[in-house]
């Protein structure tokens, strides 16, 4: 017996040490679980075993300070992207709206207005958006700034040209990144390039 953070700890140093550990990306260890850092995210306030990989399960587990792996990711990650902040000072100014009953479009203006390069949407049901904000982010996008559409909704994908014309309103989907995780590869993608279609492709590839 131990308490949870010492013990934690101790798996996490089990599993850097492995080599099966090799190549599979940033690695979350908690409760004797090993996750994808992609896929993985908190999901109770109070919960000790609040983290969890919601869309994909577990990349293994470890039994005894041993690790049985069941799964690899297959996104490309890590030292397999384009990216390198090492110079930068600054990351892209990106924010988040959320769409709600009824919800203003005044977030989305007041974000354009302040020169924001990108604009997460975390929209309901398959990243659906409120007619306002949809508007209001059309012109956006239009006129430059780059929009990703997210779900609030904790699991599941936000599909490409669904239930929205992405390809017409030059709309990013962010497939299974929430819209916390979306934000993060929007500004890191903004530092390559501000082409939706480019963007779109970043977000299938990693």
Partial sequence: ?????PFNLYNAVVTAADKQSANRGVLVVMNDTVMDGRDVTKTNTTDVATFK???????GYIHNGKIDYQRT????HTSSTP??????????????????????????????D?????????????????KTIFDTLAT????????????????????QDAEVDDAKYGFVASGTLN???????????LTQTKDPKQIQTIFNQY
Avoid at 1 to 5: K, P, R, V
Avoid at 142 to 158: C, K, Y
């Fill in 1 to 5: 017996m131990s308490a949870d953070g």
């Fill in 53 to 59: 990989s919601v869309n994909y399960g577990p990349l």
């Fill in 73 to 76: 990711p297959q996104r490309k």
């Fill in 83 to 112: 990216f390198d902040v090492a110079k930068l000072t600054a990351l892209p100014k990106v924010g988040i709206i959320y769409n709600y009953a009824n919800a203003s479009d005044l977030p989305a203006k007041v974000l354009v």
């Fill in 114 to 130: 302040a020169g924001y390069d990108g604009i997460v949407s975390a929209g309901v049901g398959n990243g659906n958006l409120y």
């Fill in 140 to 159: 956006a996008a239009h006129n430059g700034t780059v929009v990703v559409r997210s779900s609030r909704v904790p699991t599941g994908a936000t599909t």
């Fill in 179 to 189: 819209p916390q995780k979306a934000r993060v590869l929007l500004q890191l993608a």
